[in-house]
């Protein structure tokens, strides 16, 4: 079931400007709950901005084989998603 979810957003997200993925991302992290469904709609918005060929390293790290990626509202700059520093998100 969660495979058919994510791909059917994968396939909604494919027709998303850059502008409203950042915006659903953004919306996304503001929201308390969700538990499994929550982590696939962001994997799924995420994979979608790769596609897109946006840059991700300034919120995706790689360490000792594990990709941890930063749940922090975001910004375009130059092609590349930045965290949006604020009270509530550190940006590490």
Known sequence: MATSFYQHLLEKFAHYSTEELIDLNNET???KGWGSSKSTFRTAIIAT???KGIDLSRII???DGFT???SVPVKLVE???VP???GEHSCE
């Open 79 to 81: 092609n590349t998603l």
């Open 84 to 86: 949006i520093c604020t």
């Open 29 to 31: 992290i503001k929201e």
């Open 61 to 63: 790290t790689k360490n």
């Open 68 to 70: 941890s990626i930063l």
């Open 49 to 51: 901005f790769s596609k």
